[in-house]
């Protein structure tokens, strides 16, 4: 079955805009998260959706944001872009219920501020 | 705050060796311990381990969880330069039992590097 998809891949922005990042997760996956990763910081929780609800929400400002679908397809959106938040950033998608389950991630998209 | 450390932050060995990585965490309301793999952008799925005391194998990699003194231990055996990649621990915490990805905390990683 078709993994976890971002789109798009990759994105160069400047300064000041914004930008939305998208992620549909494995069928019949419930709960999506979303990650920043830079090289100082590591990987870095951002919040994570449910049933089309945020259940969680990692230490980032406001300028990060994000939705669900009900479809549990998810976008990230991030205003007022500043040079910091060029980063890769990962989705993960997970089964939900009574037994821990693994997160599986997709490729991330890859953001240039300049 | 939770917290994951990972050590050594890089490895370089030889084809052939076996190496022990290292896990160790401060978390609220631990729920699972989990290993991952990443070589170039997706983090890809190794272990998951939520009971003291329990190995769990697949091929030449192994980990174990000891949740008294908050670490795990992930070991690779007869490394292989495909084994060259980026290893996270990642702990899992939440209040509910609502599944897998409920705010994963990640170390900085262990780059492990294997030459011929």
């Known amino acids: 079955k078709a993994g976890v998809t971002q789109t798009p891949r990759y994105l160069i922005k400047t300064r000041g805009q914004q930008v939305t990042l998208s992620c549909s997760p494995i069928?019949?996956?419930?709960?999506v998260s979303w990650y920043q990763q830079t090289p100082g910081q590591g990987l870095q929780f951002l919040f994570e959706y449910f049933s089309e609800t945020q259940r969680n929400k990692g230490n980032f400002p406001g300028r990060f944001s994000g939705r669900q679908f009900s479809n549990s397809r998810s976008e990230m959106n991030v205003s007022t872009l500043e040079l910091g938040d060029s980063a890769l950033y990962l989705c993960?998608?997970?089964?939900?219920?009574?037994?821990?389950?693994?997160?599986?991630f997709g490729q991330g998209t890859r953001l240039t501020v300049v | 705050e939770d917290k994951v450390v990972q050590s050594p932050l890089s490895l370089v060995v030889h084809e052939g060796d076996t190496v022990t990585l290292n896990c160790s965490y401060e978390v609220t309301n631990f729920r699972s311990l989990l290993w991952y793999k990443q070589e170039k952008k997706a983090p890809t799925f190794l272990f998951m381990l939520t009971s003291s005391g329990i190995e769990k194998k697949s091929g030449r990699l192994s980990s174990i969880l000891d949740k008294k003194e908050l670490f795990s231990i992930l070991n690779i055996t007869a490394t292989q330069t495909g084994d060259s990649a980026v290893y996270l621990c990642a702990v899992e915490a939440g209040g509910r039992l609502t599944g897998g990805g409920n705010k994963l905390t990640f170390g900085t990683g262990t780059q492990l590097k294997v030459e011929l």
């Open positions: 993960a998608s997970s089964l939900v219920g009574r037994l821990n389950t693994e997160a599986f």
């Open positions: 069928s019949g996956h419930r709960s």
